[in-house]
């Protein structure tokens, strides 16, 4: 990406205010259009989705998928002919559609009973994935047009689906691993589909990094008699990722069809007695939690999920700007509560003829499948180091701790398999849930948002006795100006979230040591000052748990997304803000605050705020909010055009909070949007969807002047 021609340093659209109304909102002198939603049509002959659970299911895989997130823009030229990296008047966009809202997708919502409906399964299984799409500036008869506005392509070859079916290849280091051996690939080269896409990357040769993120919940393992068939070391591994759940569902199908079986067995990930790994699916969560590289231009390509990368929650995967003759460097996030922070450094130097290659994927092989994966470990004064997952290091910091290791690790290929369990045993920092990276490319600076770690659901929130400087805030209620009532001595956490940034030590990728500090904390507006806004926010940019953050290359503004739940949902719904940022460095040493005098649960009395290096304070020209969206959504997923005058944004299941029981009274549906608005006077209701947005100004300026 080229640093930013002309950067943007103030801000002066006029902030969007919060918002609870089921509307997308931008500010004054832009607009926003609606262009890509749930179960649009991508291929010719493919009917209007009626959006009423009644369209046939094997249309699906040529439909737009659900829960849009992580967005990626390929440029085209004005012709649609090639790639132009340029080009902004036509392009691809590749975009996560990380799960389903599955009580919309059915005519009576998602059937009950222990069994499964294959028809339901049918559309779950490829609704999830990744849509590549081709839009273009068109006129109303749909031809291009550089004057008219943007629309995708229904009918382009360029369009293509990639599902929780779609064949994939292994690549790198567990590719024809034991571990990766299942009936669907006796060789462990090959699994099918790709689960729970997050956030997004891109390449520097035009390919879209796909993350992997809560794949695990995906699988039927009953672990209380699959555990009897099981090494204590399997289990161990498959207890740190969680796998099992059973999340929809998928393997409780009995297909029409038994050649059909196999699709649905598939989720079963448990061992059948007498049986090798060979005959059943006992090995099949190994074949997800990856990166994935897809070609975005080029629909024969077979996408690659990359284990050089590792295998944890991915959230998204981002790359500095290359450097001729230095390795290139992927920073990603594990997005658990305790997870880390995780950065993988190409062993193949950058080569600048790459970046227009044609054989993309196999520029990937050369980049993606041979490297050193390093995990981020923060010290408390303001330096940090990078731990190398090797397989030296980690039994070298075994054997330094003493004791019996929690897991031998039998070669480095088990270390790539099991990332979290190396990442442990070296110690690294445990994060408030890591969730999307971004480079600054004007600073070559490192961003991660840190989305929250508070108390909920039986889990327990940072806590006084585990905060730290990059982690540094637990308290009770993050809310108002003064803790009080039962929240202040039940709710420990970290609230609101904030976000971290590094710099490499001689801004190079394959630096092992990096400076950091905290950049900005999410907040309400009238919270504590000295313990909660630390970052001084006002009710133009007060925010809460952010996700999604990009920067863009061509005006250098930060982008940063929300995905709250609960801790500023009174008063507004989620939003996306600009940001001018600065450098690591720039701000202040902000000292410990003592505990308050009430108890803190049953946490031990200690600090409310740990001692961190916190950036500058913020300013409304510095930090404003952009947009609100519609109810009960997530905003995640931003790109521009290369000039910077067109943004798509991605809105994430508005109304997913509506219960499958209330399909029939379509009145309680907790969002209509983008067809009608709940709560405006003679709103019809409507199922809602997710959906991509495409914002331009008035005045054609690039976004955010
Ligand atoms: Fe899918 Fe961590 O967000
Ligand atoms: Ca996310
Ligand atoms: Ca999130
Ligand atoms: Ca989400």
């Known amino acids: 990406a080229p640093v930013a021609p002309q950067p943007i340093t103030t801000l002066n659209f006029s902030a969007v205010s919060k918002s609870l109304a089921d509307r997308f909102i931008v500010p004054t002198g832009y607009t926003a259009r609606v262009v890509y939603r749930t179960g649009d049509p991508i291929a010719a002959g493919v009917p209007a989705y009626t959006n009423a659970g009644t369209d046939d299911p094997a249309t699906y895989d040529r439909r737009a998928g659900d829960c849009h997130d992580g967005v990626e823009y390929y440029g085209l030229n004005d ?52 849509s590549v799409v081709e839009m273009m500036k068109q006129n109303a008869s749909g031809a291009f047009d550089a004057t008219g506005t943007w629309g995708y392509v229904q009918n382009s070859a360029r369009n293509r689906r990639i599902t929780a079916a779609t064949p994939i290849e292994i690549s790198g280091p567990l590719r024809g691993n034991a571990a990766m051996v299942t009936k669907y690939s006796p060789t462990g080269v090959r699994t099918r589909g790709t689960l729970n896409n997050c956030g997004t990357g891109t390449s520097f040769w035009g390919t879209l990094l796909t993350c992997e993120e809560n794949w695990a919940g995906y699988f039927l393992r009953p672990s209380a008699t699959d555990n009897l068939n099981r090494s204590a070391k399997e289990i161990f591994a498959l207890q740190r990722y969680g796998v099992g759940g059973d999340r929809y569902g998928w393997s409780r199908v009995t297909a029409a069809n038994a050649a059909d079986q196999d699709n649905y067995a598939r989720w079963t990930a448990t061992v059948t007695p007498g049986a090798t790994a060979a005959d059943d699916y006992r090995n099949v969560a190994n074949t997800f939690g990856w990166v994935v590289e897809i070609d975005p231009y080029d629909v024969t390509a077979v996408p690659k999920k990359r284990t050089a990368m590792g295998r944890f929650a991915h959230e998204a995967c981002v790359a500095n ?65 990078w731990l190398p997952i090797t397989l030296a290091a980690v039994q070298a910091a075994q054997a330094a701790a003493g004791g019996t290791p929690a897991y031998v690790f039998a070669d480095q290929a088990d270390v790539q398999l099991n990332t979290r369990l190396a990442a442990d045993a070296l110690g690294a920092t445990p994060m408030d849930r890591p969730e999307w990276g971004a480079v600054n490319y004007a600073t070559r600076d490192i961003y991660f948002t840190m989305t929250e770690a508070n108390a909920s659901a039986g889990r327990t ?45 001689n801004q190079n990728a394959g630096s092992t040591t990096f400076n950091w500090d905290v950049f900005l904390f999410g907040a309400q507006a009238d ?82 705020l740990a001692a961190t290096r916190v950036g500058r304070q913020v300013t409304e020209s510095t930090l404003k909010r952009f947009l609100v969206g519609p109810l009960d959504c997530e905003i995640t997923g931003v790109i521009e055009t290369p000039d910077g005058r067109t943004m798509f944004v991605n809105v994430q299941h508005p109304g997913e909070d509506t219960p499958n029981a209330a399909i029939p009274t379509p009145a309680s549906y907790t969002s209509f949007w983008p067809t009608a608005e709940k709560g405006a006077a003679g709103a019809t209701p409507a199922r809602p969807l997710s959906a991509t947005v495409v914002i331009t100004k008035t005045d054609g300026g690039r976004i955010g002047s």
């Open 527 to 608: 919270s504590d000052p000295a313990r909660v806004n630390l970052s001084g926010l006002t009710s133009a940019n007060d925010f809460a748990r952010p996700d999604g953050l990009w920067f863009s290359p061509n005006t250098g503004l930060a982008w940063i997304q929300t995905d709250d739940s609960g801790a500023l949902l009174d008063q507004t719904n989620c939003m996306m803000l600009a940001c001018v940022a600065g450098r690591v460095g720039d701000g202040q040493v902000l000292a410990a605050q003592p505990a308050s005098t009430a108890a803190v649960g049953s946490t031990p009395a200690g600090a409310q």
């Open 79 to 130: 012709a649609g002919t090639a790639r132009d990296v340029n080009g902004s008047n036509r392009g691809i966009l590749a975009m996560n559609h990380e799960y389903v809202v599955p009580q919309f997708l059915h005519q009576n919502g998602v059937t009950a009973g222990t069994t499964r409906v294959q028809a339901e399964v049918d559309r779950e299984i490829a609704m999830h994935g990744v």
């Open 321 to 385: 700007t290359p450097v001729v003759g230095q390795p290139l460097a992927f920073y990603m996030g594990d997005d658990s509560r305790g997870d880390y922070i995780y950065k993988f450094v190409s062993e193949a130097v950058w080569s600048a003829d790459d970046a227009n290659a044609t054989n993309r994927m196999a520029i990937g092989d050369k980049y993606l499948d041979r490297g050193t994966l390093y995990v981020a470990k923060f010290n408390a004064d303001g330096t940090g180091t």
């Open 461 to 505: 929130g940072r806590r006084a006795d585990n905060i730290d400087g990059a982690n540094p805030r637990f308290y009770q209620d993050q809310r108002g100006a003064t803790p009080s009532g039962a929240a202040a001595t039940t709710n420990t956490g970290n609230t609101f979230g904030h976000i971290v940034r590094m710099a490499e030590t």
